[in-house]
């Protein structure tokens, strides 16, 4: 295999490639919840929602690398872990802490908020298309039970923050996994990938053959690779790359077919259990699963090309390293937006085809204005809002 070290990374203090797949990481993930509104269509259906289904398909396949993206970057940013391991707990997980509990509790709160402003409870289904009836309720009594659970999971009206408990986690596991990183051959850190990437076959395995296998129990869910799998695969998979790199015309030629057979099967799958009469929320999410193989196929492709992209304008250079800075409080903020994107193409009527796109570009540049404007006016205060 060959590899090579990639010339002149750092340019003016930054990355210039990973903040490139941090934009790339950044627009999918708010295009991604831009589809919510298309596969959880709330209220009654119009005569074209098979139509709305497609494209919510279609779309909401295609960004799946967007979530393994952000972990890539993080692997290949931090690993490995340099310095006293309690100075990297107080600095990673404190600015992600409070951004995240601070509008953990706006989010809970809104629906309460929307009925003291005497709004209709359907606007909370515009803004969160996975609500149901107890948040149409408009209670202060349910937004604050909502509160109350943070410290257990995220709620129905803050979905996203799912991954702000996962980043937590990585952050505590790093300088674990880091000991074994800084010390580990190429070829240890190759077989560890590849291991993982068994494991990336067993959601497939344990819902259409059996719930266990490698010593899988009723009284044992850690399985023989149960140590391999997971986002730490994204973890090293993006360390492992950082330094590689390879022609263009070598990942356009394993890259492309790579990516659309992964996209083939998440799509394909996804739609065939859609069509089942009935099914689980597991069962819906299969194919969309994160640490599955057919999306570490479309994942791999998008990283790799990304490094080749080639900036040279200062400005937009300066752009990608704001964007670095506002990044976090973007993926705090921006939920409350993608919702009423959705609204507004539809009002303006704009191509079905096009709805997504459109609505998460909304979406991301008021989100990333309004935090743009907090560390303005902020400073070094804004990361206790916006990271």
């Given at each position: 295999?060959?590899?090579?070290?990639?010339?002149?990374?750092?340019?003016?203090?930054?990355?210039?490639?990973?903040?490139?797949?941090?934009?790339?990481?950044?627009?999918?993930?708010?295009?991604?919840?831009?589809?919510?509104?298309?596969?959880?269509?709330?209220?009654?259906?119009?005569?074209?929602?098979?139509?709305?289904?497609?494209?919510g398909?279609?779309?909401?396949?295609?960004?799946?690398?967007?979530?393994?993206?952000?972990?890539?970057?993080?692997?290949a940013?931090?690993?490995?872990?340099?310095?006293?391991?309690?100075?990297?707990?107080?600095?990673?997980?404190?600015?992600?802490?409070?951004?995240?509990?601070?509008?953990?509790?706006?989010?809970?709160?809104?629906?309460?908020?929307?009925?003291?402003?005497?709004?209709?409870?359907d606007?909370?289904?515009?803004?969160?298309?996975?609500s149901?009836?107890?948040?149409?309720?408009?209670?202060?009594?349910?937004?604050l039970?909502?509160?109350?659970?943070?410290?257990?999971?995220?709620?129905?009206?803050?979905?996203?923050m799912?991954?702000?408990?996962?980043?937590?986690?990585?952050?505590?596991?790093?300088?674990?996994?880091?000991a074994?990183?800084?010390?580990?051959?190429?070829?240890?850190?190759?077989?560890?990938?590849?291991?993982?990437?068994?494991?990336?076959?067993?959601?497939?395995?344990?819902?259409?053959?059996?719930?266990?296998?490698?010593?899988?129990?009723s009284?044992?869910?850690?399985?023989?690779?149960?140590?391999?799998?997971?986002?730490?695969?994204?973890?090293?998979?993006?360390?492992?790359?950082?330094?590689?790199?390879?022609?263009?015309?070598?990942?356009?030629?394993?890259?492309?077919?790579?990516?659309?057979?992964g996209?083939?099967?998440?799509?394909?799958?996804?739609?065939?259990?859609?069509?089942?009469?009935?099914?689980?929320?597991?069962?819906?999410?299969?194919?969309?699963?994160?640490?599955s193989l057919?999306?570490?196929?479309?994942?791999?492709?998008?990283?790799?090309?990304?490094?080749?992209?080639?900036?040279r304008?200062?400005?937009?250079?300066?752009?990608?390293?704001?964007?670095?800075?506002?990044?976090?409080g973007?993926?705090m903020?921006?939920?409350f937006?993608?919702?009423?994107?959705?609204?507004?193409?539809?009002?303006l009527?704009?191509?079905?085809?096009?709805?997504?796109?459109?609505?998460?570009?909304?979406?991301?540049?008021?989100?990333?204005?309004?935090?743009y404007?907090?560390?303005?006016?902020?400073?070094?205060?804004?990361?206790?809002?916006?990271?």
């Amino acid at each position: 295999m060959m590899q090579s070290q990639n010339p002149a990374i750092r340019q003016s203090g930054h990355i210039v490639w990973l903040d490139v797949v941090r934009f790339v990481a950044m627009f999918t993930v708010v295009c991604c919840h831009c589809a919510d509104p298309f596969n959880f269509y709330p209220g009654e259906p119009p005569a074209n929602i098979e139509q709305i289904k497609f494209w919510g398909a279609a779309y909401g396949a295609f960004l799946r690398p967007c979530v393994p993206l952000f972990v890539m970057i993080t692997g290949a940013l931090l690993l490995p872990v340099r310095g006293d391991t309690s100075v990297f707990y107080k600095k990673r997980i404190s600015r992600v802490f409070w951004p995240f509990l601070i509008w953990s509790v706006l989010y809970n709160l809104f629906p309460w908020i929307t009925g003291l402003l005497g709004l209709s409870p359907d606007v909370i289904l515009n803004f969160f298309p996975y609500s149901g009836e107890e948040v149409t309720r408009q209670s202060l009594a349910v937004s604050l039970k909502y509160i109350a659970e943070i410290p257990e999971n995220f709620s129905i009206v803050d979905v996203h923050m799912w991954y702000i408990y996962l980043l937590i986690g990585l952050y505590l596991y790093m300088p674990i996994f880091s000991a074994w990183v800084e010390k580990a051959s190429e070829r240890a850190k190759l077989w560890f990938l590849i291991a993982w990437g068994v494991t990336t076959l067993l959601p497939y395995y344990y819902q259409f053959v059996s719930p266990y296998i490698w010593g899988g129990c009723s009284w044992n869910s850690f399985n023989m690779l149960y140590y391999f799998a997971g986002f730490n695969g994204y973890l090293l998979l993006g360390h492992y790359l950082r330094n590689r790199d390879w022609e263009l015309g070598r990942i356009l030629a394993f890259g492309i077919p790579m990516f659309l057979v992964g996209y083939a099967v998440t799509f394909f799958g996804f739609r065939y259990v859609t069509a089942l009469p009935e099914y689980s929320e597991e069962l819906l999410e299969l194919f969309f699963t994160y640490c599955s193989l057919n999306v570490v196929m479309m994942t791999l492709p998008l990283f790799l090309l990304a490094k080749k992209v080639k900036v040279r304008s200062e400005k937009v250079k300066g752009m990608l390293a704001n964007l670095t800075v506002c990044g976090f409080g973007i993926y705090m903020i921006h939920y409350f937006f993608t919702g009423p994107g959705v609204v507004l193409m539809r009002a303006l009527d704009v191509p079905v085809a096009l709805q997504i796109p459109a609505a998460a570009v909304v979406a991301f540049c008021v989100s990333w204005l309004i935090v743009y404007a907090i560390n303005r006016l902020m400073g070094k205060k804004a990361r206790y809002i916006v990271g």
